[in-house]
């Protein structure tokens, strides 16, 4: 096979505390996808550390890259492209990635594409079995972003609403905190909530009543601060505010993702981010779709977080259309994805 086929793309995957790669075929799918999550570094802290992710990166990058050739049995010079997360994200963390994805695109003579994080949350979608096809409607939602998007196509984005303050992966996290629930607060809070009743505590359902479609949720976050400083904490009542808080971010989103089917007209809506591995969210989505006859994808649950088969598959359809990184090394702790 002629290098300037595209093929076999590596993808790699270090924004935040995730360490990731994984091997894209073109012909056969994915191939392999490793990971190594950096929750037990980070967790004393109660948070990301960026200079502890960084250095955690550089240790694990080059075993995780030994065992996805090794699992895909396929050989690094057979390879026709390297990909890897550009941002947005930790700028420490995500020069491991990409000085990997450049050094490794250099010595292997092929090139090397640097792809928007959040874009390739949303091709994580577009792995699984029967994807939806073009236009749909997208909720971004991850420790760093909410989002709805109008995808007309491959790359091309219109921003219809985001959040105002905190994104909502963050307020699952930092209410966690003051529950006292432990890092990372999504999962541990979504798991405190499964024991909560439901009407003990109600919470407010922030910007439902304004048109248009922003989110805010930093509300919500003062909502179950009120409930921490006037209430025993005991583990009911912990469950309680937590069932509260979830069930009040649920409704909030499905309202919007309702809005921005209506107000496009489309009948689909994919949902991708650490968010979408929230049980509530992916059942209430799917009830209230398929009452309007439209439906709701979401990634495998290993896919919602960060990983790196959606870093390689973003990399492959982006080499396939010709686009490459040019000599040397750039990333974008900020970018924006309508910008692409
Ligand atoms: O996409 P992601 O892995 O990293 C970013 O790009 O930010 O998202 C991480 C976020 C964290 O805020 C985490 O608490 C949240 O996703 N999260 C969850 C769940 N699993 C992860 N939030 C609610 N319920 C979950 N099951
Ligand atoms: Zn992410």
Not at 94 to 108: F, I, K, N, T
């Amino acid at each position: 096979m002629s290098k300037t086929t595209t093929r076999y793309v590596l993808g790699i995957e270090t924004s935040c505390d995730e360490t990731a790669v994984a091997l894209y075929d073109g012909n056969a799918g994915l191939l392999a996808h490793a990971l190594y999550s950096q929750v037990d570094l980070h967790g004393p802290y109660g948070g990301v550390v960026p200079e502890l992710a960084s250095r955690d990166h550089i240790r694990k990058l080059l075993p995780l890259l030994e065992e996805v050739i090794a699992t895909a049995g396929v050989k690094l010079d057979a390879l026709n492209g390297v990909a890897y997360t550009r941002g947005p994200g930790l700028i420490g963390a995500l020069m491991v990635g990409a000085m990997m994805g450049a050094s490794l695109g250099y010595a292997l003579g092929i090139p090397t594409i640097g792809v928007h994080h959040m874009e390739a949350h949303l091709m994580a979608a577009l792995l699984e079995p029967d994807p939806p096809s073009y236009p749909f409607v997208a909720l971004l939602v991850s420790g760093g972003h909410t989002q709805l998007i109008h995808v007309k196509d491959f790359g091309k984005y219109v921003l219809l609403g985001e959040s105002v303050d905190d994104a909502v992966g963050e307020a699952f996290d930092k209410t966690a905190k003051l529950l006292g629930l432990p890092y990372p607060g999504g999962p541990s809070l979504a798991q405190a909530a499964e024991r909560g009743d439901p009407k003990r505590f109600v919470f407010p359902r922030p910007m439902i009543n304004r048109p248009g479609l922003d989110f805010s949720f930093s509300g919500l976050k003062t909502a179950a601060l009120n409930c921490v400083n006037s209430e025993t904490l005991d583990a009911q009542t912990i469950s309680d505010i937590a069932c509260a808080f979830e069930m009040a971010v649920v409704d909030t989103l499905r309202i919007k993702c309702e809005r921005a089917l209506a107000q496009t007209g489309l009948k689909r809506l994919v949902v991708v981010g650490g968010v979408s591995a929230n049980q509530r969210l992916r059942a209430e989505l799917k009830t209230a779709l398929d009452a309007r006859q439209a439906t709701v994808y979401f990634p495998r649950l290993a896919f919602c977080t960060d990983n790196a088969a959606m870093v390689a598959y973003t990399g492959f359809l982006r080499l396939q259309r010709g686009e490459q990184d040019a000599l040397g090394v750039e990333v974008l702790p900020r970018w924006s994805i309508d910008t692409l």
